[in-house]
Every structure is written in C-alpha cells, then in structure tokens.
C-alpha cells in the first residue's frame, strides 16, 4: 500500500523531473514567482491541485500529464532499451552485449549537461545578484 501512494505522490514526481532537467529549487521557485520554500512545499506534497501542476509544468517544460505519468522505471527502460543491437543473432545477447551502442551522441550528452549546470548557476548567480539589489 505504502508503494502504492509512493508512486502516485506528485510532489516527487515533481522534484524528481526538477532533478532531472538540472533546475534548483530556487530556480523554480523564480520561474513559478513564488519562494523556494513555497516549492519545497509543492514537493513535499502527495497531490498538487490541477493549476498549479499546470504553472509547474509548463515551468519544467513537461505537460501536466507527464508529470502525473511520470516513472522513474520507465525513464530507465528508455535509456536502457536507447542502443543498436548489431549482432545478427539475437539469441546471443550476453555475447552480443558488447556490441550495444548508445542511438545519441554521448559527448553531445555531456556538452548539453554541461551546459545546462552552468546555466543553472548563471541562474543561481542572477538571483542572488536579484536579492543584494533589492537591500
């Protein structure tokens, strides 16, 4: 039962897609116009009614239904199943495994995550800056 509501809690889902798409809590919260602690709340909060899942969607650039479908299993499986099988005979997958490439460039991938942290600290950097102007 406990499982259950552990895979239904919005909140989670939320934080986890926040995590994923390497944002902060802080920079939510400016995207959504509300305080970090306000997002700490929405997070930590089993369900989130439908407008504000839709202002925190759009802020995490999913659809309010991917949030509500979101799995991390299934995030898994699609990295999981993202290769070429090369091998000619699929019956020798242990043998074959070597042969397994990923379909996307993984430099790329480490370029674009690169880019996204220091994004998000420009992002981290500009709040700040934000919060000394306004004293």
């Known amino acids: 039962m406990e499982t259950m509501t552990k895979n239904n809690h919005i909140g989670r889902k939320i ?3 926040r995590e994923l798409r390497g944002m902060k809590q802080e920079t939510l919260a400016e995207e959504l116009g509300i305080s970090q602690q306000a997002v700490s709340n929405i997070e930590n909060s089993e369900k989130v009614d439908d407008v504000k ?6 802020a995490l650039g999913v659809t309010k239904e991917g949030i509500e479908n979101f799995s991390e299993e299934a995030v898994f499986n699609i990295i999981n199943n993202t290769y070429n099988n090369t091998s000619s005979d699929n019956s020798t997958i242990i043998a074959s495994s070597l042969n397994y490439q990923p379909t996307f460039n993984t430099i790329e991938k480490v370029v674009e995550l690169y880019e996204r942290l220091v994004q998000a600290e420009k992002d981290k ?3 700040l800056e934000k919060l000394l102007n306004k004293d």
Not at 53 to 58: S, Y
């Open 15 to 17: 934080s986890r897609i």
């Open 53 to 58: 899942l839709e202002e925190v969607a759009k």
């Open 125 to 127: 950097v500009e709040y």
